[in-house]
Every structure is written in structure tokens, then in C-alpha cells.
């Protein structure tokens, strides 16, 4: 298994350019998030999403959009990038129990600025 | 609400020094998931324990162990014997059982820093 997966790894933007961060996982994890991280905050959710066709918001979705099309794959969009959205980015997954919570696994990263 | 505190920025210590590293949580649920990450200065995210709010017990992996106690909201992390490869940040993560699949809530993270 190739675990998380998440290209690129480094991006660098220009204000008001658009760019998608890809996401996939080879584990069939139906719970699929984004995080950003930023020096001295730990890390925020961004969105998350529970299965295919199904996402939410998490604590700073603004900005960013997210789809859910498949299992494996939760792509993060940015449609008009801001120098404040320059941070690390982080996809994870995890099974779904009821009444529970699955450890979630991270992929490696991307970091992104925005001048 | 739901938060977590890391209090100690960044500890620096020697080679083969004991270490704890702390972390105190809250919530206003009863069944709640507690996390220990660690990231190397690679970048990627370690998964290193995860506890539930009914387990009380104490686990001992190698030369980590965690102290987790309700009575003072804490699940702490200590390394024995610290080594060059344990230099890394570490984040202490809370997820409340209802929410669907795990929302995690991160500390702000502890650098360690241990030198030969």
C-alpha cells in the first residue's frame, strides 16, 4: 500500500492564481480531511468529507473548495490564492466506526506559497 | 468546547536525559480519543498512540510512555533516554466520538530539541 498520497510537494503562486492539491489513498477509508499548518498553531481542519459525494466544512473553510468523487480521491482547490494561504497542507484518512474514532493517517505534505 | 494545550513550546535537552512533554485537553464529552503525532524534521506526521477516554491505563512502547489522567484532563508523553532521532515536533490531538469519522483538534506542538 502506498498509504497518503498528496502531489505536489512544493508550489509556489502567484496572488489570484487558481491551483487543486491532490489527495489519494489506497486503504478504502471512507474519512478523508485536509489540514493546513501554520507556525505556533498546530494544525486546523479545513474540510473533511465521510464518503464519496459527501463533504463539510471544518474550522477555516474559507477560501478553499473540496469534491469528493471517488473513495480514493478528495482533491483541495484554491480559486483565487492569497498570500495568507501560504502554509503546509496535510490530507489524512481513516476508517469510519460508529461511536468511534479511527486513527487517522497523514500524507506527507504540501508546501504551498503564495506571493 | 473542545481544545487542546501544549504549553511547552520547545524543551532542549541532552542525550540520554529523561523527557516529558505535556498535554492537557478539554471537552465536554465523556467518550473522547486522545493522540500523540510526531513530526521529524522531514515534515511528515508520525502516528505515535491514540487512547480512549475509558482506558486510564498507562502504556510503556520501548522508550516512550504516556500518563494519561481524567482527573487532571492530562495524557503526557515521556521519552527515556533520549536520543539525537527523537529531535522532532510533537503534537497532541483530541477527537470527540460523535463526530463523524474523527474531527482532530491539534496542540499547538512541543519542539524537542536533543543534542549529543
Known amino acids: 500500500n502506498a498509504g497518503v498520497t498528496q502531489t505536489p510537494k512544493f508550489q509556489v503562486l502567484k496572488t489570484g492564481q487558481s491551483m487543486t492539491l491532490q489527495c489519494a489513498q489506497d486503504?478504502?477509508?471512507?474519512?478523508m480531511s485536509w489540514y493546513r499548518q501554520d507556525p505556533g498553531m498546530g494544525l486546523r481542519l479545513i474540510h473533511y468529507?465521510?464518503?464519496?459525494?459527501?463533504?463539510d466544512q471544518g474550522e477555516v473553510p474559507n477560501g478553499y473548495n473540496v469534491s469528493r468523487s471517488t473513495t480514493e480521491d478528495f482533491p483541495l482547490r484554491l480559486l483565487s490564492a492569497a498570500p495568507s494561504q501560504t502554509s503546509v497542507y496535510f490530507c489524512a484518512s481513516s476508517y469510519i466506526s460508529l461511536g468511534s474514532t479511527d486513527t487517522q493517517y497523514f500524507g506527507p505534505g504540501t508546501r504551498l506559497t503564495v506571493l | 468546547a473542545q481544545k487542546v494545550t501544549q504549553a511547552q513550546t520547545e524543551i532542549s535537552v541532552v542525550e540520554k536525559e529523561d523527557v516529558t512533554l505535556d498535554c492537557v485537553y478539554e471537552?465536554?464529552?465523556?467518550?473522547?480519543?486522545l493522540f500523540w503525532y510526531k513530526q521529524p524534521p522531514s515534515g511528515e506526521l508520525v502516528f505515535l498512540i491514540r487512547r480512549n477516554s475509558f482506558d486510564e491505563q498507562n502504556e510503556i512502547s520501548g522508550r516512550y510512555s504516556w500518563n494519561f489522567q481524567k482527573s487532571t484532563s492530562s495524557f503526557n508523553f515521556t521519552i527515556t533516554a533520549s536520543q539525537v532521532v527523537d529531535s522532532a515536533v510533537y503534537f497532541c490531538a483530541l477527537s470527540e466520538a460523535h463526530n463523524q469519522g474523527g474531527k482532530l483538534i491539534f496542540g499547538q506542538g512541543t519542539e524537542l530539541s536533543v543534542k549529543p
Open positions: 486503504m478504502n477509508h471512507e474519512y
Open positions: 468529507s465521510v464518503g464519496a459525494g459527501i463533504t
Open positions: 471537552t465536554r464529552d465523556t467518550t473522547y480519543y
